[in-house]
């Protein structure tokens, strides 16, 4: 049954400039807005467990993140938790003055920065739904996975009312154990689903335990899990655990270097260019990825400047 929390606004501190209609208009994962009225509205499993869910509204003030915590699911969450989370999740956990010193001074980065200075990545909510993302989303265009992990939080989920538009929110471990089918999902993703809730219900795919190891150890254990591979791996722990300096190589970040430098640009001299960019390798080659393909500079967000 859902229920209301109570609801009480706090405040995020921003460092650096930061435009939160940027993050929310990204188009990562699930996520595909095309429009921005002011709020970005998010629903999810809650760290520590993720059998509490929250239906959470997060509005821009200059400097800070305005955060409601509106509707609610399952065992009272926490909320340090809760705004801890959402933190993450938008890249605002972070003091990204020197992220933004580094990329005005690098001639290469800085003309893709200008275009919109507040962009951050916006993150998975968790390793945990990234990783339920990853099943669903696997070997199919990412349209036919928003519409299957919209399914599956449906059918046996939770749709929370965020801002007074519905949000729905995929199904805490122990329902998603309960799944046996999505329609529209081949059956060999369901025991794929089910390895991944018992993982959570572990402790195996908490952000304070993927981040006790080293990236590649982290990542070899994430692929034991069935249908987690190399690519996956990484996504639920970079994007899911919001790292920021983790170089992972990608086609399209090399097309833009290659065109910024006017050379053909390897994962070898990738990895070279990349010393220069720690501790922010992760957010530049988002940055690049994201913005490379923008034409003109952006306005500067009022934000941490």
Same mark, same amino acid.
């Given at each position: 049954?859902?229920?209301?929390?109570?609801?009480?606004?706090?405040? #995020?501190?921003?460092?650096?400039?930061?435009?939160?209609?940027?993050?929310? !208009?990204?188009?990562?994962?699930?996520?595909? &807005?095309?429009?921005?009225?002011?709020?970005?509205? !998010?629903?999810?499993?809650?760290?520590?467990?993720?059998?509490?869910?929250?239906?959470?509204?997060?509005?821009?003030? @200059?400097?800070?993140?305005?955060?409601? #915590?509106?509707?609610?699911?399952?065992?009272?969450?926490?909320?340090?938790?809760?705004?801890?989370?959402?933190?993450?999740?938008?890249?605002?956990?972070?003091?990204?003055?020197?992220?933004?010193?580094?990329?005005?001074?690098?001639? #290469? !980065?800085?003309?893709?920065?200008?275009?919109?200075?507040?962009?951050?990545?916006?993150?998975?909510?968790?390793?945990?739904?990234?990783?339920?993302?990853?099943?669903?989303?696997?070997?199919?265009?990412?349209?036919?996975?928003?519409?299957?992990?919209?399914?599956?939080?449906? *059918?046996?989920?939770?749709?929370?009312?965020?801002?007074?538009?519905?949000?729905?929110?995929?199904?805490?471990?122990?329902?998603?154990?309960?799944?046996?089918?999505?329609?529209?999902?081949?059956?060999?993703?369901?025991?794929?689903l089910h390895a991944v809730a018992e993982a959570a219900q572990r402790g195996e795919l908490d952000v304070?335990?993927?981040?006790?190891?080293?990236?590649?150890?982290?990542?070899?254990?994430?692929q034991r899990l069935p249908g987690i591979g190399p690519f996956y791996s990484s996504l639920i722990l970079?994007?899911?655990?919001?790292? *920021?300096?983790?170089?992972?190589? &990608?086609?399209?970040?090399?097309? @833009?270097?290659?065109?910024?430098?006017?050379?053909?640009?390897?994962?070898?001299?990738? &990895?070279?260019?990349?010393?220069?960019?720690?501790?922010?390798?992760?957010?530049?080659?988002?940055?690049?990825?994201?913005?490379?393909? @923008?034409?003109?500079?952006?306005?500067?967000?009022?934000?941490?400047?």
């Amino acid at each position: 049954m859902v229920g209301m929390t109570t609801k009480a606004v706090t405040r #995020i501190p921003l460092q650096g400039p930061y435009d939160l209609r940027e993050v929310a !208009l990204m188009g990562f994962g699930h996520r595909e &807005e095309r429009s921005f009225d002011g709020v970005m509205r !998010l629903g999810f499993c809650v760290d520590g467990g993720y059998e509490s869910q929250v239906g959470v509204a997060v509005r821009q003030d @200059r400097d800070s993140l305005m955060v409601d #915590i509106e509707a609610g699911s399952g065992p009272p969450a926490d909320p340090d938790t809760v705004m801890k989370q959402v933190a993450r999740v938008v890249s605002a956990d972070h003091d990204a003055r020197g992220y933004a010193a580094l990329c005005r001074a690098d001639p #290469i !980065l800085a003309p893709v920065f200008a275009r919109a200075p507040g962009f951050r990545p916006a993150n998975f909510y968790s390793p945990y739904e990234a990783a339920v993302w990853s099943i669903v989303s696997a070997r199919r265009p990412r349209n036919q996975g928003i519409m299957l992990r919209q399914r599956l939080a449906e *059918t046996a989920g939770t749709t929370l009312t965020v801002a007074g538009e519905p949000v729905p929110v995929v199904p805490t471990p122990a329902a998603l154990l309960a799944v046996d089918s999505v329609p529209g999902l081949p059956v060999d993703r369901i025991p794929r689903l089910h390895a991944v809730a018992e993982a959570a219900q572990r402790g195996e795919l908490d952000v304070a335990a993927l981040t006790a190891s080293g990236p590649a150890e982290v990542m070899a254990d994430l692929q034991r899990l069935p249908g987690i591979g190399p690519f996956y791996s990484s996504l639920i722990l970079v994007r899911g655990c919001g790292l *920021t300096d983790v170089l992972a190589t &990608e086609p399209q970040v090399l097309e @833009r270097l290659t065109a910024a430098y006017g050379h053909p640009v390897d994962a070898a001299e990738l &990895e070279r260019l990349a010393e220069a960019w720690r501790p922010w390798r992760t957010w530049v080659l988002v940055m690049l990825r994201a913005l490379g393909g @923008r034409s003109g500079p952006g306005v500067e967000a009022d934000a941490g400047r």
